[in-house]
């Protein structure tokens, strides 16, 4: 166990180590000279001018910050919301790559740079404890030093309360416009400046080893003027604007105040983060006109201005950011709910990427990885196969962070470090890392993430009757709502993680590994199937109402055996415990027992309120809101958008068998719809399927990319037929 540990500490050195070199050894972290550097919620302000006698075809920059930072070069934004959050493990940072010759021109060049130190850590990042910026472009012989100037942007500063909750690591910003220091990205005069104070070189202490940005830069759709209502109020307006749909922004205002002094306030409608507070902002006028943006985003349906009386809103704006990969698929059939549903999963399926996958985009900002097993299923169907990075990223992150007790935990990164059985069994399960394999054909990650499943499953035992044994990890979660029969679905999960690590070992060429998880697999499988009552699965200490979930993993996952899919069936139209999080694998469960129209049904049923809001555009995180939700109740919860994987997968029926799309199959289960059709971005193209139902007859229409093939069978059990690339229409009979 110690030798295997010291080989993965090693790995990790020998990695970081490589990513240190990126950066030019005459490059230094640099801070401002002046005041409390070091403070929660610190902007500093960087300038650098550089004189070019031609401008070289490319020009690589390498930037790292501590925390975020905005990039403008001769006055143009170039970076809008550089860096990621530490860090890619407990130790180390990431730094970014930036092409800057477009923005260069012959002659002087001003380089200025507006930092944003956290300064506090939360569930998606872990504070250094010091603020610093380091800037590498040899192309131009330009590095971050003492040449550099800056200062402490005096205007910026916290809002009071309510202050964001302990698990955002951002806080609320207030700009006191009274305090501006005008436009110091081009100003000859530089009021205030100094030489920065050089703090270290690369790989050295707080940061550690840099570690290149392994996502793309934000997507900025650019600057949009919004419409607006007026509440009117007696000392103070409240202004409302409708956004398109809740999507992650930052908002401008500009206005006259013959006065100044005034305080604004800026949010949105998710200021409470669901149960408790969000980020918001706000700006003290001063006199004059003026425009002001709050850059730090904030995500909702409709922003909120809180404007006093004697001040005039000449315009608001929102400028909406975020991962740059958008939906490349669709989905579209005769039923306007579905529809509804797949449009409203897809804006919270957007909502939730960012620097990570994450649970809620108000509240937490954290990647817990029993959702980022559900949003990469999802991303899968619908999302451009650019968000692959994003899963790559959170795969290394979870390995990267295991600890030294072997146990896997999420959100990670952060400062959390509990583990969450069932969610770390699922990580790693066939749903987790193994569908990313099936979908990306991505062999190096799976490599690199094996020795961490490896080391994760050995944690895990069987007891006396082959079950999964009883083990407790910092939280039993399981999933929200009661009847949680909580060994069975441990011992579900379990079975799954060992079926994907033998397919791992399978890969790697480790047959006798391979061998092993698979005779653990029987043990369990024996074990759960002594917990069959003649009914249901139950375990012998389970006192609660029958649970549906525990049914449900029984049959994804293999280990129920056919004959027992009528009674589940019934028990399944009975009991509804499952929270959206896990009533995806219920539905699953239904397809895969031939129970498809029922299964449209129960989803019909369950996520009809969030699916009919005519208010919110993404889903909840339970089956209502606030207080009748679980966990705070948000209103975008991705996990809920479960269902999408599941109509894309067995209604639709189409999913890889070989790794990277290679092959692929489809096989429709054509319920609930006359007509349906679903195309899906795939690394080797865009894959097309599509059905119309009339009378007794059936059309099938698939289109198969180059490199590619389809199996297709016209009912599950039935013998395939073989298509190569090209559209291909297939009648049948009903």
């Known amino acids: 166990m110690k030798m295997k540990r010291i080989a993965l500490i090693l790995t990790l050195m020998l990695s970081s180590l490589l990513s240190v070199y990126a950066f030019d050894g005459r490059s230094r972290w640099i801070t401002a000279s002046e005041g409390q550097v070091n403070q929660p919620n610190t902007w500093i302000a960087f300038r650098c001018d550089v004189s070019l006698s031609a401008v070289p075809e490319q020009v690589r920059a390498e930037i790292a910050a501590d925390s975020k930072y905005w990039l403008w070069i001769n006055g143009r934004l170039a970076v809008f919301e550089g860096s990621l959050k530490r860090g890619p493990n407990p130790n180390d940072s990431y730094f970014d790559v930036v092409e800057l010759a477009p923005y260069l021109r012959k002659g002087n060049n001003q380089i200025a740079i507006l930092l944003w130190y956290f300064g506090k850590s939360g569930f998606s990042h872990i504070d250094s404890g010091q603020s610093g910026l380091l800037f590498s472009a040899p192309a131009i012989d330009l590095y971050s030093d003492a040449k550099w100037l800056s200062r402490i942007h005096p205007a910026y500063g916290a809002c009071g309360d309510p202050r964001p909750n302990f698990r955002l690591s951002e806080s609320s910003i207030r700009y006191d416009g009274s305090l501006d220091i005008g436009f110091w990205q081009t100003a000859t005069q ?8 050089e703090i270290g070189r690369p790989g050295d202490r ?8 392994p996502i793309p830069l934000w997507k900025d759709f650019g600057l949009k003027k919004v419409k607006y209502e007026t509440r009117p109020g007696d000392s103070q307006d409240t202004l409302i604007a409708h956004l398109p749909y809740n999507m992650h922004i930052t908002p401008q205002i500009t206005l006259r105040d013959d006065e100044g002094g005034h305080l604004l306030q800026l949010h949105t409608d998710h200021v409470s983060g669901g149960s408790e507070p969000s980020v918001r902002a706000e700006y003290i006028t001063r006199q004059g006109i003026q425009t002001y943006e709050s850059l730090g985003w904030m995500n909702g349906d409709f922003i909120y201005v809180v404007l006093p009386h004697g001040l005039k809103l000449k315009s608001l704006a929102y400028r909406q950011t975020g991962y740059d990969g958008l939906p490349e698929g669709a989905f579209s059939c005769d039923d306007e709910y579905f529809n509804r549903f797949w449009q409203k999963a897809l804006y919270t399926l957007y909502v939730n990427m960012r620097d990570t996958y994450f649970d809620c985009p108000d509240r937490e900002r954290a990647q817990w990885w029993g959702d980022a097993t559900i949003l990469m299923g999802e991303c899968f169907y619908s999302y451009s196969t650019r968000v692959h990075h994003l899963m790559r990223k959170a795969i290394l992150e979870l390995c990267d962070f295991q600890r030294d007790d072997d146990c896997l935990h999420s959100p990670i990164p952060g400062i ?9 069994l699922a990580s790693v399960s066939t749903y987790g890392f193994w569908n990313y394999y099936m979908n990306t054909g ?4 799976i490599r690199r993430a094996y020795p961490h499943v490896r080391a994760y499953l050995n944690v895990w035992g069987t007891d006396e009757t082959g079950l999964t044994a009883e083990r407790h990890g910092g939280w039993d979660w399981g999933d929200w709502g009661d009847h949680r029969d909580i060994r069975l679905l441990y011992a579900g999960w379990h079975y799954m993680a060992l079926q994907s690590a033998a397919n791992m070992a399978d890969l790697l060429g480790l047959p006798v590994e391979a061998a092993s998880y698979r005779s653990t697999m029987e043990r369990v499988k024996k074990g759960y199937n002594a917990c069959w009552d003649g009914t249901a699965y139950r375990h012998p200490g389970f006192k609660g109402d029958t649970d549906d979930r525990a049914q449900a993993l029984a049959v994804i996952s293999g280990i129920a055996e056919p004959d027992k899919y009528p009674q589940i069936t019934r028990l399944l139209h009975t009991q509804k415990h499952a929270s959206p999080y896990m009533e995806k694998y219920v539905m699953e469960a239904l397809f895969q027992m ?3 129209e029922y299964a449209m049904e129960r989803c019909r049923e369950r996520y009809g309120a969030m699916v009919n ?13 606030g207080a009748e939700g679980y966990g705070g109740g948000t209103w975008n919860h991705a996990w809920s958008g479960g269902p999408l994987t599941v109509i894309a997968q067995y209604l639709m ?14 096989c429709p289960q054509m319920v609930a719809f006359s007509r349906a059709s679903i195309t899906i971005p795939t690394v080797k193209g865009l894959v097309g ?9 059936s059309r099938v229409t698939i289109t198969v990319p180059q490199g590619s093939r389809c199996e297709f069978l016209s009912a599950p059990g039935a013998s395939p037929q073989l298509l190569g690339p090209g559209r291909h229409r297939i009648e049948m009979n009903q």
């Open 190 to 197: 530089l009021d205030g400046f100094r030489a920065s104070a």
């Open 206 to 213: 707080p940061w550690n080893a840099l570690v290149e940005r």
């Open 416 to 424: 959390y470090n509990q583990e969450l059985p069932a969610q770390m």
């Open 442 to 445: 991505d062999q190096e990650t």
């Open 594 to 596: 031939g129970q498809g």
């Open 613 to 625: 809001d005519p208010v919110h555009t993404t889903l909840y995180e339970g089956w209502g809101i």
């Open 653 to 666: 029926g189409v999913s890889p068998t070989k790794p990277g799309w290679e092959q692929f199959r489809v």
């Open 689 to 697: 399927v599509s059905f119309r139902k009339k009378g007794s007859r």
